[in-house]
């Protein structure tokens, strides 16, 4: 029970950071909300499935981005801030404080998906709708914690490593292009696809497309196969990246380096 | 359950080196042993203070024993538990302040803070909200608890720092230079504060480059220098050190660092100490010959324009700058 | 470091704009298009930098103050630091070019070398004025970078990058017009196919113009910035 009131008090403070301070959340967001204009503007004035791909494409690319940089920066800001050996003494493990930064990145890039779905209404006069809200909403929730676990994997390795910066910059342009979000992966050269489907939100997307849209092929599998997917990396997710932290306490003990990157 | 153990904390030979990488295009690695193998003992309900310059090995050593830092050999004992295999029953029952005005997030309240940490040291729900109220009451934030901490003064921000060390109810508490930064009133506070947790039964090792302040606060001093631990004593044994010599003041207008050579080089000297920025420069000789010593100092410094030239009793200043010197 | 990120960043974000394309609209797909224009795009990676160089804190602490404090025309040394971020830019858009042809077919059999090279370079030159500008917008708000990243990607949006300017919806064309790459990929895209710098330089005038008045734009505000800062005595503020 200490470690879901870690979870917890972690997931809160980072979601109070935010409400601090909203707009800080933009440049974390700006290139989703660029690139769904701009698919909304090649897809033209269509409604149904085209559309729906731009705007739930753009809030999944949200999600997405506002996760790689919570988490991957999650303790970085501790370490700016000077909190992280305090952070760091307490008795909770840092991979549950992580995690509950991870899910709070997670669920405020629902706050991209929710500008983008305005502006796309609003301003493009897009028109949606979804077929079945209650399979959508479940499809969602896995597909965040997924996100959030994942950023827990993000998190540790750029804990390891001195380019977190680096790492997190350079991994945002390829997930958005490999993850399935704006447009099938079926479209990308061949030996691409084991990476974009070791990406649990892959799945998520596509059971997220067959919730909405009774019409939707998607990649074939089905929605509870997808869902089953995204469960699935998710467990591994939290495996590897409990792992990791343990690799990580141990080193920032014996190398006092968490101070310094 | 457990015995309770004889010793609040138990330093056994712990030993530290890091490794720094050097250069830009060769890196070389170089070991530094920041702390060369101390041993010592802290008693319970007593308050400790480990004095030394910076880069003595104060906080090196504070963090071995907070189970930040993995010690490279020896060990410790906190509460009965060892630093590098208890770490989490340790964690639990310490609370630790690290100076400074870091260590806060300053775009939430302070009662957030509170909470935060309370949740991060697994405080009971139940007890949370009353131990906050009572911390905060306590450090005096009570009007401002729900204000965001940029927006308190230097001293509210150390006594939040306070209030966080105490929100897991620790019975030993570590302190890193805990009034570094603070204006006169705010320090002065700080240390009442801390006199009143040793008042209330709890345990305090305690940091510091204040001779006055360990000489004020504390039972006993580690005088750490360079990693190795130079005397060991209460504040009047550690004077005692020091009884034979005479300090001779000296407030003088400009004297210079080859003055200063001349003066060491003398051998009745055993240290001299000075503060020659601004107008009013104030020098400190150390020596066993007593207010005879004068004239010689006057004429060596010949070259100055001298003030005021006094003798004084030897404090824990002198006794710490003849150990560590 | 940031090397590795400014030759991977438009790689992909070029793969991104094609595939969608292409899932749009799979039989009509102007890859060229496209292509040319995120080779142009990515000019906005080192006109960012040149934001930075005016708007980054360090330069608070440091080398503003005292440099507000000096006689000297502060803005020209500016601009002398951004020349490097101009070199940037010509680089990144090499790199882009080189992505766009080898990796995603673009037809460069035609090219006009020359022209094209002309295009770059003032495309460079007139978007690292226009950084500077922005630049100088940035210090009156403490959310500069928030301004850097937005400009980092709208240009993909409102400069021709990724489908004509007339596509997109009327109110927001004139600002499309003020950005000196929105004529850089119209000149970028004829030079490919063909056209010669006699043709181009009615473009390339254009362009170059909107780069002047970002220049202008941007020292009037710098000097304004300056003014302001002396009366009210504080720079703390920004």
Redesign the interface.
Known sequence: M?EL??L???F??SM??FF??PQWIIPNIIAPFVFTAVALIFFGNVSGSLALYAVLGGGMMGMWGNTLYGSGFALAFDRW???I????????RLVW?VAGRSASSAFLGLVNALAILVVAVLGYGTQLGIANPLLFLLALMLTLTSLSALGIVFCSSFLLTRSAQVLTNGLEMPIYVASGSMFPIALLPFWTHPLSLSLGPTWGIDAMRYAADATYAGMGFGYWTDLLMVLFSTIVYLAIGFWLFIIVENKA????TLEEY | MPEKPEKAIVLSDLRRV??VSKGVFRKKREAVEAVKGISFNVDFGELFGLLGPNGAGKTTTI?ML?????PTSGTAKVLGFDIVKNV?EI??RIG?I?G?????????SGR?NL????????VS?SKREKRISDLLDMVGLADRADD?VESYSRGMKQRLHIA?GLINDPELMFMDEPTIGLDPEAARETRAMIKGLVEKGKTILLTTHYMFEADELCQRIAVISNGKIVALDSPSALKHFVKDITVIEVEAFGVAEKDLAILRGQPEVTNVSADLEGERQTIRIQTPRGSEFIPTVTQLLSRARIMDVRTKEPTLEDAYLKLVA | MWLTQLLALPLFQMAFFVYLARFVSPTVTNVTFIAVGNALQVASFSSIFAVCNITSEEKWQGTLIPLIATPANRFPLFLGRASFQILNGIATIAVGFFYANYIFGVDMSRTDFAALTIVILITSLTMTGFGLMLGSVGLFMRTAMIIANIFLFIGLLVCGVNFPVTDLPVWLQPVSYAIPMTYGTLAARAAVNGAGIVELTPVLLQEAGAGVASILAGYVLFVGFELLARRRGTLEEY
Not at chain 2, 66 to 70: D, I, K, S
Not at chain 2, 100 to 108: D, I, Q, S, T
Not at chain 2, 115 to 122: I, N, P, S, V
């Open positions: 200490a009131q870690t917890w008090g972690s809160r403070m109070l950071s601090a301070d801030n000077g909190t050996e305090y952070v760091l003494a307490t008795p909770s404080i003990r014996r190398d006092a | 890091y490794h963090k907070t189970t930040l830092l993995t989490m964690r639990r630790i690290f400074g005005e870091r260590g806060l997030y300053y775009r939430v957030e909470r935060y940490f309370a949740d991060l040291y697994g729900l965001r966080k």
